[in-house]
């Protein structure tokens, strides 16, 4: 009996203990919302270069915010409250959430006439089916579901609505840089209390770096995978390379071991094989700056051309250093025959994309003379198209499947917010044409030699290189 109550006891002690701990959660998290509504009642957001709430970033303009940013010696800490659950939404949030999201696609997104040629969708025209699918919404998860049905009608990659494991996954990329302007903002954006509640987060701060980085082509998760990228086989006489994804440049080291393999003993294949079937993307230094420098033998070069729309967003584009963007006023594109030219009747802004690939002659052995075949599909998308419409356009491979997915050339990814759900949507503004003027999203790249299956690519380059 008396060893029942000292268990008892204990265990009252122990539930005790866990209220209490329970309870003083809740009161810091009460105080800290209460010193946040204090602090931030009745007034703009503070021009604090040390210190911000990132729920602040929606009471600048941009014009406010280019200003405040410009001030910055250093990221600002950001003070970030603990996540809760998200708020049910009522009606007239998933409405205004909608509107939202409406209203800065038509702004930004630069594929409604393609989508209207290559579909036969009028995506601005069924606004108001898209509103009742909306108003029709019982519950939150509907909502969702029927957001990620209208932004399906986009078909493009790039549009989605965001899961958790992305949102996180770029929150940490984009933590590593906070000196251009555009991606700072997502990043505040997306470090925003409605943002983190929706999805579990807690947030994380800017590293003090000045190293810079691209904004990503999509949404993967390879940075996250413990195994190399790359894997190298042999079939023969034929050496064949199968990349996943386009890597982040920081999670290159297993790839780069198998890639030295290969160039090690490049001698004993008479062809090479780079396998992207399936590879929706990811980072274009990948493959800009890693993989084609060390099997290059010589220079190659495409310019492709991208538009964008005059948009308060653009003005983060504008005043980003890296970017050489320029107003269409001030450029003459007159003898740059371009496909659907009619299209830039929306469009105000111009980057000429020159990409141009130097031999890393770091080691003796980087460099491959041999025959280069590309196997391609229907999913490969964004920087993985990227590098595909490259190596059609330089014809520095023979390539081998079926069309590709598009949407190559490309700034990358948008990450924008809905302001009442939390959601992170994501879209392109770029409206990018290849070096013969085509729309790449229009027109992805066809492959030289077309086939239906793996296997038969395979028979098709055996037979070319044994004859």
């Known amino acids: ?70 001030s910055l010696k250093s990221p600002p800490h950001l003070k970030l409250l603990s996540y809760e659950n998200p708020k049910k939404l009522s009606k007239s949030d998933m409405v205004a959430d909608f509107e939202y999201l409406f209203k800065e696609l038509k702004e930004n997104y630069p594929f409604f006439e393609v989508l209207k040629r290559k579909y036969d969708i009028d995506f601005v025209e069924n606004h108001d089916i898209y509103l009742k699918k909306v108003k029709d919404s019982k519950t939150d998860q509907e909502f969702i579901k029927n957001l990620n049905e209208i932004m399906a009608d986009l078909n493009n990659y790039h549009a989605k609505i965001a899961d958790s494991a992305y949102v996180d996954q770029t929150l940490k990329y984009y933590a590593q840089n906070w000196n251009q302007p555009s991606i700072y903002y997502e990043f505040l954006n997306l470090n925003r209390q409605v943002v983190r509640n929706r999805y579990g987060l807690e ?138 030219s009619e299209d830039l009747k929306d469009f105000a802004y111009y980057i000429k994309d020159t990409i141009a690939i130097t031999p890393d002659e770091s080691k003796k052995d980087n460099g491959y003379e041999g025959e280069i075949f590309l196997l391609v599909d229907e999913d490969v998308f964004s920087a993985a198209e990227g590098f595909a419409s490259f190596i059609k356009n330089t014809e520095f491979a023979t390539i081998v499947g079926s069309q590709t997915g598009g949407d190559g050339i490309t700034l990358g990814v948008i990450n924008s917010v809905l302001p009442n759900s939390g959601l992170v949507f994501t879209y392109t503004n770029t409206l990018g044409y290849d070096p013969k003027g085509q729309i790449n999203e229009e027109n992805p790249t066809t492959p030289d030699i077309e086939s239906a299956s793996y296997r038969q690519s395979i028979e098709i380059i055996e037979n070319m290189v044994n004859k």
């Open 1 to 70: 009996m008396r060893k029942f109550k000292k268990y008892g006891l204990a265990a009252f002690f122990l539930v005790l203990i866990f209220i209490q701990t329970s309870c003083v959660k809740r009161r810091i998290s009460y105080l800290e919302k209460e010193k946040f509504a204090r602090e931030n009642s009745g007034k703009k957001a503070s021009a604090n270069t040390e210190s911000i709430y990132p729920e602040n970033i929606t009471d600048f303009s941009m014009d406010e915010y280019l200003k405040w940013y410009k």
């Open 203 to 340: 947030g994380i701060q800017s590293q003090a770096s000045i190293g810079k980085i691209k904004r990503k082509q999509k949404k993967t998760h390879a940075e996250e995978e413990k195994e190399a990228n790359i894997s190298l086989e042999s079939k023969g006489e034929i050496a064949i390379i199968k990349i996943k994804q386009m890597a982040d440049m920081k999670n290159i080291d297993k790839d780069e071991k198998v890639l030295v393999e290969f160039l090690k003993n490049k001698h004993m294949y008479k062809a090479l094989i780079i396998d992207i079937r399936d590879n929706v993307g990811g980072n274009m230094d990948y493959w800009q700056r890693f993989l084609l420098p060390k099997l290059s033998k010589n220079p190659k070069q495409v310019v492709n051309h991208m538009f964008f729309k005059d948009t308060e967003k653009i003005k983060l584009f504008l005043n980003d250093e890296t970017l050489n963007m320029e107003s269409l006023d001030n450029v003459d594109i007159s003898g740059i025959k371009l496909d659907h």
